[in-house]
């Protein structure tokens, strides 16, 4: 059974070249297209805050999982996710990259602790089936089965 547990809101006026507000006021940020695709310097776009948003989610799932194992994560493990706008035909998309360094796990250990997050992180949820995400540990890419890539958390 569905349970909500938070609900965000936020909104936007002009598009990439206006502003973006969330109701609590904690953001407020002036936003425009990529610096290189012409856009200001001292502004984000909506790739930069998925991306952070994206992170420190994955992050918060990793965290999950060390926790249902017993362990700990180092203060120093990263996340880094790299996401890219792309026009086909007509249409844009998005795809992302998350690069993990979890610094005192051995890779077979990081692997499965990635996989395992990605299963239950909500953005890997929400993207699942309609975005291309590459897994990386330490840079390294990850096979992703087409399992791990189906379905919903708790799957």
Same mark, same amino acid.
Do not use: C, P
């Given at each position: 059974?569905?349970?909500? @547990?938070?609900?965000a809101d936020?909104? %936007?006026i002009g598009g990439r070249s206006g502003r973006v507000r969330s109701a609590t006021g904690t953001i407020d940020m002036?936003?425009?297209v990529p610096e290189g695709l012409g856009g200001k310097k001292s502004a984000t776009n909506p790739e930069e805050l998925f991306a952070a948003g994206y992170a420190s989610c994955f992050q918060q799932a @990793?965290?999950?999982?060390?926790?249902? %194992?017993g362990d700990t994560l180092d203060k120093e493990s990263t996340v880094q996710c790299s996401v890219t706008l792309f026009q086909e035909g007509?249409?844009?998309g998005l795809s992302a990259v998350l690069d993990v360094d979890l610094k005192k796990f051995d890779e077979t250990k990081?692997?499965?602790?990635?996989r395992q997050a990605h299963k239950i992180c909500p953005y890997s949820v929400g993207t699942r089936g309609n975005?291309?995400?590459?897994l990386r540990v330490m840079g390294k890419a990850i096979p992703v089965q087409?399992?791990?890539n189906a379905g919903v958390a708790g799957e």
């Open positions: 059974m569905k349970k909500n @547990l938070y609900t936020a909104s %936007a002036e936003m425009s @990793l965290l999950v999982v060390a926790q249902k %194992a007509e249409a844009y990081t692997v499965e602790m990635v975005m291309e995400v590459e087409a399992e791990e």
